[in-house]
């Protein structure tokens, strides 16, 4: 059974990955390491891609709205 203590472990072999420390030698915030270890990083694109979308369709809806409105 997982618990949130193991270290994750790669797919390919049952050794365990190399922290991001590990990897390039600083510390990371770890609220963004545990993100992109829980949905990875086409996850954590994928959010913010669409969070990008969702305002710009917002801020045109706005403008939209402000164009009828001087219209009439």
């Known amino acids: 059974m ?3 203590t ?3 472990v790669s797919e390919d072999t ?3 990955e190399p ?4 990897l390039t030698g600083e510390p990371l915030d770890s609220s963004e390491a545990e993100l992109e270890r829980t949905i990875g990083l086409a996850g ?3 959010i913010g891609i669409g969070t990008m979308i969702q305002t710009v369709s917002a801020y045109l809806r706005l403008q939209a ?3 009828v409105k001087t219209q009439r």
């Open 65 to 67: 709205r402000e164009v």
């Open 14 to 16: 049952d050794e365990p």
């Open 6 to 8: 193991d270290p994750p």
């Open 2 to 4: 997982f618990r949130e």
């Open 44 to 46: 954590g694109l994928t």
């Open 19 to 22: 922290s991001p420390e590990q």
